[in-house]
């Protein structure tokens, strides 16, 4: 059995590196640099995985987490990547079903031809993906329509269509697969960023003060997402295709697609973004309009997409690119969180070609950790959870499943071993205890911020966006890490400051 991915591991995986006789090296723990190191830990070789920030702190925790099925591509005449993105789907369903939750979504219609038009539209992608029956869409007519959503606005309504897509949790899916890469023998190390490439030698950061360390590889890929370009600069291979980077913002009403610059870790959400998804809602919906008071969170993220000369953002393709340098590196971008396993095959194999090893992809039938069991043997977790952690807030199993699937009967046990554990902390969640140490003791968080924003989904989709559970997270997490009195009051003033940040354009 792998050891506990706790904070321990990373600093024994640190340490381990500039020694270790590595296959391959991989820059950027988000989706796809954690499947490329999944992919290729399960092939055998000798794998690491560094992350600058922590695991999907990148564009991979800013996505509208949808686990596609590629309808959208179809309207772009892409008939392959439809087959790609709805198959991968089912894989993700069997590998991790806590992760790929099946969800109805409505699309309103104003008129019998534009219900028409979808109708043929969503027969067609269903036919080519090979949808299954009870996933297939539906058309309904305006009074059904209004009956089963009667927020809609009427006055101009013809009917709507429903189809499927799954709903996933992006920051758990990079974690899950990160955490399958280390149960299958890679050294995994978040908070330590590549500074420099020199062929296959890289410098290496530990963003808490570590000494700087050397670290060799036989291959070295870089998936550091809207940052690709960056550490293509710093190994000297910028050449060929360039990155286009458009920023998405969302908070749950809709995305945007916007041009934007330089990447930056923390894209900001404007005005502007804000009144182009309330102008929406209120053309949408008969409630009263939406203004800035009633957002509770925002999140926006950078789409590392491959600039295509005199398109637009939303004309680029969403297709995923190989880069190969003269001096070795390989470089990744493009893609969706959807296709990423697919993607990390194609790098995968190419490095075992470099290598000169012949070994088969093992992805799509390894499940993930967490994702041991289907999904009727998880509605019976869920029901075991309800009944063991009464306290829990109403939904409260729901939750656990989505976020820790199998990984519940682990809290339930360290909760039966010290019943204090399983108490609620302060704040509209009612996040265990239990969860925060599991946090820290199983899924390597460092910091407030990974605690709360990419381990328990808090600063996204809480009322209160964490911030009355800060003090007793900090309390928890202080005594686990050994921080001082300064150091917890700089986590503290951090976290509040990145929650206002997310409001900021109010
Ligand atoms: C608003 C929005 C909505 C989206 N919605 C969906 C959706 O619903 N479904 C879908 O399938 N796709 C969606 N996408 C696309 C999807 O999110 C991205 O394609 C995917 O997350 C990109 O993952 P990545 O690993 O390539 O990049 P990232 O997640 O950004 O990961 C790159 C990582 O590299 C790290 N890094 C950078 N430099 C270094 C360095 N020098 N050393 C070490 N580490 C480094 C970064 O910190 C980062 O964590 C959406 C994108 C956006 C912006």
């Known amino acids: 059995m792998a050891a506990p991915f706790s904070p321990e591991t990373r600093e024994a995986a640190l340490a381990a590196l500039p020694s270790a006789d590595l296959d391959l090296l991989v820059i950027g723990g988000g989706i796809t640099g954690a499947a490329v190191a999944r992919d290729a830990a399960l092939r055998g070789l000798a794998v690491a995985l560094v992350e600058r920030i922590d695991w999907a702190a990148g564009t991979s925790s800013r996505s509208s987490k949808l686990i596609h099925g590629g309808v959208r591509y179809l309207q772009q005449g892409d008939v392959s990547l439809v087959r790609e993105a709805a198959a991968e789907r089912a894989v993700l369903r069997r590998i991790a079903p806590h992760l790929a939750l099946p969800c109805r979504m409505l699309m309103p219609t104003r008129s019998r031809a534009a219900q028409a038009k979808l109708g043929l539209g969503l027969w067609t992608f269903e036919r080519i993906a090979g949808i299954p029956a009870d996933e297939r869409y539906e058309r309904w007519s305006a009074s059904e329509t209004l009956r089963r959503e009667p927020t809609l606005d009427g006055t101009q309504l013809h009917g709507a269509v429903t189809f499927t897509e799954y709903l996933t949790d992006d920051a758990r899916l990079v974690l899950d697969t990160v955490r399958g890469a280390h149960a299958a023998g890679a050294l995994c190390a978040n908070h330590a960023e590549v500074t420099a490439v020199e062929g296959c030698e890289v410098t290496l950061q530990d963003a808490f003060g570590g000494p700087v360390r050397r670290v060799r590889s036989r291959a070295v890929v870089n998936a550091a997402g809207p940052w690709v370009d960056v550490v293509r600069a710093r190994a000297r291979a910028l050449s060929g295709a ?5 920023k998405g913002i969302l908070t749950y009403l809709g995305t945007t697609d916007t041009d934007y610059g330089a990447p930056t870790a923390y894209p900001e959400v404007t ?9 929406a809602a209120e053309r949408t919906f008969a409630a009263p309009a939406l203004t800035s008071a009633d957002v509770v969170a925002t999140w926006a993220g950078l789409r590392p997409l491959l ?3 005199g398109k637009g953002p939303s004309e680029i393709s969403r297709r995923d690119e190989i880069m190969e340098a003269e001096n070795g590196l390989v470089s990744i971008a493009g893609g969706k969180l959807t296709t990423h396993r697919r993607m990390a095959e194609r790098v995968v194999d190419l490095v075992c070609r470099r290598l000169g090893v012949t070994r088969p992809c093992r992805t799509d039938t390894v499940a993930l950790p967490n994702g041991e069991e289907g999904p009727e043997a998880l509605r019976r977790l869920a029901q075991e959870v309800a009944e063991r952690l009464p306290q829990l807030r109403p939904g409260g199993a729901e939750r656990l499943i989505a976020l820790h699937g199998t990984g519940c009967r682990r809290l339930l046990a ?9 108490a609620p902390l302060p704040g509209p969640s009612g996040v265990l205890g239990a969860e925060i140490e599991e946090a820290i003791d199983e899924e390597m968080a460092l910091t407030l911020e990974d605690v709360l924003d990419r381990r328990t989904r808090l600063l996204l989709f809480d009322a209160r966006q964490g ?9 928890l997490a202080a005594a686990r890490l050994g921080w001082d009195r300064t150091r917890t009051a700089a986590e503290i003033d951090g976290y509040r400051h990145l929650a206002a940040s997310l409001r900021s354009f109010a």
């Open 271 to 279: 005005s502007e973004d804000a009144a182009y998804l309330f102008e």
């Open 307 to 309: 600039h295509e000369e």
């Open 414 to 422: 360290r909760i039966a071993a010290r019943p204090e554990a399983g």
């Open 242 to 246: 360039r990155l286009h980077l458009t």
């Open 467 to 475: 911030l009355e559970t800060l003090e007793a997270v900090a309390t």
